[in-house]
């Protein structure tokens, strides 16, 4: 005899049939009396997406999505400065443009004529105090340690200007401070100049 409440031809222990549920009992997992079918245990299931259609930022069971790349640095999209073909191809091999780098020479050149000067500062104050020979030594001693520092920003000066105004083709780098160069050639001369007029100076107060 067959069920009336069930079309014929159908078998009601066939696997993904929709399946009655007992009266007063709802089956597992099923809507309104029918069998829906249910996640793995081991299987998330996947997220709606999100308002206006738009998808998620992330998706349970597997954490936030990764984010974008961020865009390049400026200095990244730089112009080619040569272009050199490959002979038989058509490809070449192109020579980025490189920043230009402040000469480390420059930089040494100032920094050693302000010392000078420190010392040269130091060598006039022993002079004016000093009134005897010992004076004269003491100044003589920061005269030598002077005139060396402010030789030493002369040459750096010099070889820095050289390095700046040396051309190189490309790819090589191109250095700046010109400005910081010719500084540390003044600073490094008046370093000398002063030391040698405070030894100077020295030499007339012990006499006097």
Request: charged share 10%.
């Amino acid at each position: 005899m067959t069920d009336p409440a069930r079309p014929q031809g159908t078998d009601p222990t066939a696997p993904g049939r929709p399946q009655a549920a007992p009266e007063g009992e709802p089956l597992a997992g099923s809507l309104s009396g029918w069998a829906v079918p249910t996640p793995h245990p081991g299987v998330a299931p996947p997220a709606p997406p999100g308002p206006g259609g738009t998808p998620p930022t992330s998706t349970p069971g597997w954490g936030p999505l990764p984010a974008a790349p961020p865009p390049p640095p400026r200095d990244a999209l730089r112009r080619p400065s040569r272009v050199d073909a490959v002979p038989g191809t058509q490809f070449g091999v192109v020579y980025l443009d490189v920043p230009a780098v402040t000469s480390g020479l420059a930089v040494g050149a100032l920094v050693a004529g302000v010392v000078s000067i420190l010392v040269s500062l130091l060598v006039l104050c022993v002079g004016v105090t000093g009134a005897d020979w010992d004076g004269v030594w003491a100044a003589g001693a920061f005269t030598v340690l002077g005139a060396l520092s402010g030789a030493g920003a002369v040459g750096a000066g010099l070889l820095g200007l050289r390095q700046i105004h040396r051309p190189l083709p490309p790819p090589a780098v191109r250095f700046t401070g010109r400005g910081l160069a010719w500084a540390g050639v003044g600073c490094g001369g008046a370093g000398m100049l002063f030391s040698l007029a405070g030894l100077g100076l020295a030499l007339l107060v012990a006499l006097a």
